[in-house]
């Protein structure tokens, strides 16, 4: 399979990366976080949840930074909702479009969202029907798509069963999320592979979290399956509040560097993105997780 020409970047760091920040970060620091990514080329852009704020008090303002954004045309503004309830908030605050996620693993899913994986999928219809109602795009997360942190590996079969519900359900695109980043290239292809006999390609994208350092390579494993949409975050952020010592998304600025060298266009101007990196880095006051971020900035 040749190598897609365009790669879409979904920047999942003010969304996954931030959820999982302990220190109060103050709602324009998140708006100027998402306005930067916007100025830099992104198109899909994850800018918060809405979700429980017992559980992630980080996302507990994204009503109020979705209604401050900036919104530049041509830019997806999504939220995380895992019900009705979340929808209703997320459209209310002029999300653009919305996600919803399940797991491949039972223990994940009681931990994430309290619920058995059947009683998520039963939860995420009426979400379904009124995205539908008002024309409303939706996205799917599968979770520990290759190992879990309560369960261990976790068979390719049962990632294919709950990513096709979700694409017959009518999710746009289904994001298979490695949870924990145990994943290496090897697993993830057979992963990839199993998900392709029952959804096309073009409508799969890849959510590599690093803990293990595989997730570059895992997305080049992914790239040459055909896959042509990445999650990533800015500066590495990140981690999951349910998968202890998880570490980041793989970093948005890594991810560039990789697809530049493989001639795969973006749209997104490496420069900003590494200048947005650097500022939320500075803000939380550590470095740039991204190690072409670091080498750039130093070399300049
Ligand atoms: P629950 O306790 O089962 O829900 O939580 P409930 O319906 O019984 O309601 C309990 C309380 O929650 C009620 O409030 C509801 O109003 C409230 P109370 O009456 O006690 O005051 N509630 C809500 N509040 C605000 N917004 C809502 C909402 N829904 C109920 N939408 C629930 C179920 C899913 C809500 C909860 O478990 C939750 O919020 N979990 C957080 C999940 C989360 O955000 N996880 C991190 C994101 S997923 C992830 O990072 C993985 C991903 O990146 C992919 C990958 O890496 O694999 C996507
Ligand atoms: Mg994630």
């Known amino acids: 399979m040749p190598l897609p020409k365009h790669v879409r970047i979904v920047e999942v760091g003010p969304r996954d990366g931030l959820q999982n920040e302990k220190q109060l970060i103050d709602i324009d620091t998140k708006v100027a976080l998402i306005d ?9 852009i994850e800018a918060g949840s809405f979700v429980n704020s017992k559980w992630v008090p980080q996302m507990a303002d994204s009503a109020a930074v979705f209604q401050k954004i900036n919104r530049r045309a041509g830019v997806s ?6 019900n009705i309830k979340g929808f209703e908030r997320a459209i209310k605050a002029n999300a ?12 994940f899913s009681q931990k994430n969202i309290n619920c058995s994986i059947a009683e998520s999928l039963e939860r995420f219809k009426p979400i379904m029907q009124a995205a539908k109602a008002q024309n409303v795009l939706v996205r799917g997360y599968v979770s520990c798509v290759v190992g879990c942190p309560y369960e261990g590996d976790i068979p390719a079969t ?16 289904i994001s298979l999320g490695d949870t924990i980043g145990v994943g290496t290239p090897i697993a993830v292809n057979t992963m990839i592979n ?8 073009e409508k799969i994208a890849v959510h590599f979290h690093d803990t293990y350092g595989q997730a570059i390579a895992n997305s080049y494993a992914a790239l040459q399956l055909g896959v042509s949409v990445i999650d990533s975050s800015i500066a590495g952020l990140g981690g999951c509040p349910y998968a202890e010592g998880a570490s980041g998304n793989v970093a948005t600025e890594d991810v560039l560097y990789l697809l530049k060298g493989l001639n795969i266009d973006t749209g997104i101007n490496l420069s900003a993105a590494i200048a947005a990196g650097n500022f939320i880095s500075q803000y939380l006051g550590r470095c740039n997780s991204a190690k072409v971020a670091r080498a750039i900035t130093k070399a300049v």
Do not use: D, Q, R, W
């Open 36 to 44: 930067c990514l916007a100025n830099a080329g992104f198109t899909h």
């Open 77 to 82: 503004y999504a939220a995380l909702t895992p």
């Open 96 to 107: 653009t479009e919305v996600a919803i996620f399940a797991s491949a693993s039972e223990s």
């Open 158 to 173: 049962k990632v294919a069963e709950v990513a096709n519900a979700l694409y017959k359900m009518g999710c746009y695109e």
């Open 194 to 201: 199993t998900v392709a006999e029952s959804i096309p390609i």
